[in-house]
């Protein structure tokens, strides 16, 4: 017996194309749930340091990852996490400056030798005025 020839009329399937594997997907996702736990950190004074290194490192992160295939999930990644350090950052300058209030307080109404040598400030006599009323307002 002979091999039947192939009509020439035949359709032969084309060759299955290899589906493309998404490039840097892990890191995409990586990047969004470091700015995640960047965003939710921030504003928890001490934690927040770790969580604007864990938002930095997403960054990095996000970056890399604009180079693959889900570029929409990095890009949301990387802002979430620039959020983060934006919020950490001000966070911690509303904490540093509130300490510099308190530490002023501290130096120039408490401090007896700053009290005998220059005597009671306005600003401190402005200070215990407004605590007064406070607690005269709000009780002890």
Not at 6 to 35: D, N
């Amino acid at each position: 017996m002979t091999d039947p020839q192939p009509s020439p009329h035949s359709h032969t399937a084309p060759p299955e194309q290899p589906t493309k594997a998404p490039r840097f997907g892990g890191l995409a996702w990586a990047a969004l749930i470091c700015g995640i736990v960047g965003v939710v950190g921030s504003p928890i004074i001490i934690f927040n340091n770790i969580t604007a290194i864990a938002a930095g490192v997403g960054l990095v992160l996000g970056i890399i990852a604009l180079f693959g295939t889900k570029k929409v999930l990095a890009i949301i990644g990387v802002v979430v996490c620039i959020a983060g350090i934006v919020i950490t950052v001000l966070v911690q300058q509303a904490a540093v400056n509130e300490l510099d209030e308190e530490l002023r307080y501290q130096q120039e109404c408490v401090d007896p030798d700053v009290l005998v040598e220059e005597g009671m400030s306005d600003w401190c006599l402005e200070q215990i005025g407004d605590a007064i009323k406070e607690l005269e307002e709000n009780g002890p």
